[in-house]
């Protein structure tokens, strides 16, 4: 495993729609592997392939449980992810982003998402996502598509000491 450079605007990578994965051979093992090793040492929660300059639709999501914070993360791989349906209620939350140090902002998000795709196998998997875990879904599945959270964003700031928690979506 080695660590992958996360790309920063304006780095043209994060602007282009990705590629559906077609391959799930031993390049896109070893590319999940440095992914999820790059987003732990970054840290950040989520990490999409545009940001280590790999124009693929692959994401990695590392999370736990939001009431539990001792309970164990759960890492999610996704090859080739898809929204299939969103709730319609909402809710406003603070997101950051590996790829726009430094910045924060209020963004409106589905609370809850169907998402499908492929594990790092190619078998096909559903997830039912809430809460943070869906909002993550939505942010780094953006990447995927050129998209920004910036984009979204209502209102933006400069992220200050005291924000350290406020968890980089990627």
């Given at each position: 495993?080695?660590?992958?450079?996360i790309v920063t605007l304006p780095h043209p990578t994060l602007r282009?729609?990705?590629?559906?994965?077609?391959?799930?051979?031993?390049?896109?093992?070893?590319?999940?592997?440095?992914?999820?090793?790059?987003?732990?040492?970054?840290?950040?929660?989520?990490?999409?392939?545009?940001?280590?300059?790999?124009?693929?639709?692959?994401?990695v999501v590392e999370f736990g449980d939001e009431e539990d914070e001792?309970?164990?993360?759960?890492?999610?791989?996704?090859?080739?992810?898809?929204?299939?349906?969103?709730?319609?209620?909402?809710?406003?939350?603070?997101?950051?982003?590996?790829?726009?140090?430094?910045?924060?902002?209020?963004?409106?998000?589905?609370?809850?998402?169907?998402?499908?795709?492929?594990?790092?196998?190619?078998?096909?998997?559903?997830?039912?996502?809430?809460?943070?875990?869906?909002?993550?879904?939505?942010?780094?599945?953006?990447?995927?598509?050129?998209?920004?959270?910036?984009?979204?964003?209502?209102?933006?700031?400069?992220?200050?000491?005291?924000?350290?928690?406020?968890?980089?979506?990627?």
């Amino acid at each position: 495993m080695a660590l992958r450079e996360i790309v920063t605007l304006p780095h043209p990578t994060l602007r282009r729609k990705a590629r559906k994965v077609t391959e799930f051979g031993p390049e896109l093992q070893t590319l999940v592997d440095d992914m999820v090793e790059t987003m732990r040492v970054a840290p950040g929660v989520g990490l999409a392939a545009p940001q280590v300059n790999i124009s693929q639709q692959l994401i990695v999501v590392e999370f736990g449980d939001e009431e539990d914070e001792n309970a164990p993360k759960k890492l999610y791989i996704l090859a080739n992810p898809e929204i299939v349906k969103l709730s319609k209620e909402t809710v406003m939350g603070v997101e950051g982003c590996l790829s726009i140090p430094g910045i924060v902002g209020e963004v409106e998000r589905a609370e809850k998402a169907l998402i499908t795709g492929q594990n790092r196998r190619g078998q096909p998997v559903k997830i039912k996502a809430e809460g943070w875990l869906a909002r993550i879904f939505q942010h780094e599945i953006d990447h995927l598509n050129g998209v920004l959270y910036v984009d979204k964003a209502t209102r933006l700031w400069q992220q200050k000491d005291e924000e350290e928690d406020v968890p980089a979506a990627d």
